[in-house]
């Protein structure tokens, strides 16, 4: 499977100040927007599973 293969694409509307607090998280971290939202849907998963592991 090629690295292209497991990546999907799709179109996100964010309100304003989301999209204003990704732009500045990703100049501060001099990283891409999308590595942002990423790593905040990662953060978000790891959490919900910690969760249901203490639950």
């Known amino acids: 499977m090629s ?3 497991d ?3 799709f179109l996100v ?3 304003r100040d989301v999209k204003d607090w990704l732009e ?3 100049a501060r971290t ?3 927007q999308n590595s942002e939202i990423v790593r905040s849907i990662r953060a978000r998963m790891d959490s919900e599973r910690r969760d249901r592991a203490a639950g």
Do not use: G, I, V
Request: glycine fraction near 0%.
């Open 3 to 5: 690295k292209s293969d």
């Open 7 to 9: 990546r999907h694409q």
């Open 24 to 26: 500045n998280e990703a």
């Open 30 to 32: 001099m990283a891409s």
């Open 13 to 15: 509307r964010l309100p």
